[in-house]
């Protein structure tokens, strides 16, 4: 199971790029991602290693003349990557027409290329995240002067100079809590000028225009005094725009990306839509960045799956080859159980923003999307740290040397629990939509209405009757104290999603590439297996 192409070997994304695209977009997709497969597994594969192990980005703070240039320095690998990805449309078409179809494209198939590029490089996925999220904020929200000047860069895809994009909200005091942001913002002419500092910018030093919040003079205390601003990091005359990077931080992963501390000191900045929205179209943003993430982190079970199940076709020990062992393949059906149901669970969110974005999307699809959002960006960021551990133990010691990919994908895997919002911060997302919106009735209410159509069976029996549990604890939830609520929403919100996934378990139990693995995921998920039950995992391996 040597994979030298990311793609051509992945039967669910087939299976839903197939039911999710039109023809004719679908044909361009299979040309495309096959070659961008076959990049990301070799090329790109390489020039990650370099970077993580000798190439990470470096401050050059000062020039020859002892001036501050804030430069950032990284590898010629690196750069071929930026020039590679950025050419296919990953972020491009979403914003203009695809030449060869002659309309654009649209988020499954971005978030297609971000699955694939995620298996070798989620650190450099981070900027395409960040740059995806600046391109869609200033498409919908910029004045048509500023979207002019700075999207057709934005959106480059070898037609024009690429700006990368950045998005900068964490500041020293506040962290997690934006409203005590302190950059300010004060007016001059046209324009504005920030003063401050964003304490972890990701991107900095690559990106041609970032998103920042400030805070205008005389605007109110708090989230709503938020104001949102497109700074670009050079003038026109190629100068710094009144920008610094104290430094670099020095991370356990993800080094593609550089994160710095950045100082604005009379940077020139340009109003992005209703200046008391600003946080509102940030978060908006950081919905879009949280799907990202959710495909980083598949792309990272996907690889470190691949990677397990090739060391143990290989490897021999007491005689056999590893795979050959009941338990090796009890392990490996339990990971591509959860992996396979859980990348259809992830792109039918996909769909769903698809048409949240596009305007189609009914009150109630809004609102089940953000709830999805949150559930899936949690599950699959600890899901990728644990399909990270559990391919560095099928290596054994060799899982733990830096000469395998395994050590890489554990630090890289880290970080997605903590990007765009840790457990916590998603669980309080849970609390919010229940207590506003009643969400967990529109929740139920579509999993019911889907597991009717079912038809009857044991695994549709056990889904249901935990369905069922879960709908009373959601009643119990919805009418106990703010306390309680955040007490038991991180635990209600990692049984939604599994409740979730069993209902797509179930629903695609019929595809031939699925067949056994929805039994192994609903077994698994919930503790079903007894001592003595029969080998279901070993069952699907020998097939397979």
């Known amino acids: 199971m040597e994979h030298n192409n990311f793609y051509i070997y992945d039967e669910t994304l087939h299976d839903i790029l197939k039911t999710k695209l039109d023809a004719d977009f679908q044909s361009f997709a299979e040309i495309e991602l096959t070659k961008f497969g076959e990049l990301v597994a070799n090329e790109i594969d390489q020039r990650a290693l370099h970077t993580d192990r000798e190439g990470e980005p470096k401050l050059i703070k000062y020039d020859r003349f002892g001036d501050d240039q804030s430069f950032v320095w990284v590898n010629e690998g690196y750069k071929q990557t930026v020039k590679e990805t950025y050419e296919t449309g990953i972020v491009g078409y979403l914003h203009k027409d695809i030449p060869e179809l002659g309309h654009k494209g649209n988020y499954v198939y971005s978030f297609a290329q971000g699955y694939l590029l995620s298996q070798a490089e989620p650190g450099f996925y981070c900027p395409v ?14 004045t048509s002067e500023v979207r002019e000047r700075f999207l057709p860069h934005v959106a480059a895809t070898g037609d024009v100079e690429l700006y990368e994009g950045a998005t900068f909200l964490t500041e020293r005091q506040g962290g997690s809590d934006v409203g ?51 700074v670009p990091w050079r003038n026109e005359d190629n100068t710094l725009n009144g920008i610094k990077i104290r430094r670099l931080k020095d991370k ?31 978060l908006e943003a950081l919905n879009l960045s949280r799907i990202c993430n959710t495909v980083a ?34 392990s490996l059906g339990r990971l591509r159980a959860k992996l396979e149901i859980e990348l259809y669970a992830t792109f039918e969110l996909i769909v769903l923003y698809d048409r949240v974005v596009s305007g189609a999307a009914s009150e109630e699809e809004i609102l089940l999307n953000r709830l999805l959002i949150a559930l899936l960006k949690k599950e699959t960021a600890e899901q990728a740290i644990h399909f990270a551990h559990e391919a560095i133990e099928m290596h054994g010691g060799n899982g733990y040397i830096e000469d395998f990919v395994t050590p890489r994908l554990l630090r890289d895997a880290q970080v997605l629990t903590v990007w765009e919002g840790t457990a916590n911060i998603l669980a309080l997302e849970l609390v919010r939509l229940v207590n506003k919106f009643d969400i967990h009735k529109l929740f139920i209410d579509n999993l019911e209405s889907r597991l009717t159509k079912c038809g009857d069976s044991s695994l549709v029996e056990i889904v249901a009757s935990k369905l069922a549990e879960l709908k009373e604890e959601l009643h119990v939830f919805a009418n106990i104290d703010d306390a309680l609520q955040t007490f038991e929403a991180k635990r209600l919100a990692q049984k939604m999603v599994r409740v979730f996934e069993s209902v797509i378990a ?39």
């Open 297 to 330: 982190s598949l792309g990272i079970m996907r690889r470190a799956y691949n990677e397990a199940f090739s060391y143990a076709e290989k490897r021999t020990a007491f005689g056999s080859k590893l795979n050959e062992f009941p338990m090796v393949q009890d």
């Open 506 to 544: 179930v629903e695609i139990e019929s595809k031939p590439h699925i067949g056994l693995l929805s039994t192994i995921f609903i077994e698994d998920t919930w503790s079903l297996r007894k001592v003595g039950d029969a080998m279901v995992t070993c069952e699907w391996f020998q097939k397979k």
């Open 252 to 282: 356990l992963g993800v080094r593609a990306v550089p994160s710095g501390e950045v100082e604005f000191d009379g940077a020139v900045g340009y109003v992005v839509g209703d200046p008391t929205n600003g946080l509102k179209y940030m």
């Open 129 to 142: 995240t960040l740059t995806m999220a600046t391109s869609f904020l200033l498409d919908h929200y910029a």
């Open 180 to 230: 005590a942001n302190v950059v300010k913002a004060v007016e001059d002419g046209e324009h504005f000028r920030l003063y401050g500092e964003k304490y972890f910018a990701s991107n900095a030093g690559m990106a041609g225009v970032a998103m920042v919040l400030a805070r205008k003079e005389n605007a109110p205390s708090g989230s709503k005094g938020l104001t949102l601003f497109a």
